[in-house]
């Protein structure tokens, strides 16, 4: 089992910043991927960014986010810890934000469907 716990999650201005924090915990070592998925009102679950913990460390983001987000990994490799940096954030960025981790390879790492634990969430709202 893994446990997954967001942080960060909270109310801004459109322009503005947030970070995003997730710690797993637990039977971490064979987790390959974590990735940030987020559900607004009324709209299906959309990978945001993901982020291959071996190797590479290799970073996949949905074309909404390019060049607003960056996913990155604790310089500690072994903590299993991603952050998500949210910079000119807009208003339909809104949604409830997910963690997630995947066990084994997948191709498609923004495909929530790939992944097999969840963090609870954490609640991002940008104002107009």
């Known amino acids: 089992q893994v446990q997954l716990m967001e942080s960060g999650g909270g109310s801004v201005q459109a322009g503005g910043s947030l970070r995003l924090s997730c710690a797993a915990s637990?039977?971490?070592?064979?987790?390959?991927?974590m990735g940030w998925f987020r559900q607004g009102p009324g709209k299906e679950r959309e990978g945001v960014a993901a982020?291959?913990?071996?190797?590479?460390?290799?970073?996949?983001?949905a074309d909404s986010v390019k060049g607003r987000f960056t996913i990155s990994q604790d310089s500690a490799k072994s903590a299993k810890k991603v952050y998500l940096q949210m910079n000119s954030l807009k208003p339909e960025d809104t949604a409830m934000y997910y963690c997630?981790?995947?066990?084994?390879?997948?191709?498609?790492?923004?495909?929530?469907?790939?992944?097999?634990?969840w963090g609870q969430g954490t609640q991002v709202t940008v104002s107009s």
């Open positions: 982020i291959y913990l071996a190797g590479s460390g290799a970073e996949f983001y």
């Open positions: 997630a981790a995947a066990l084994g390879w997948t191709a498609s790492p923004l495909v929530g469907s790939q992944y097999n634990y």
């Open positions: 637990g039977n971490t070592a064979s987790t390959f991927f």
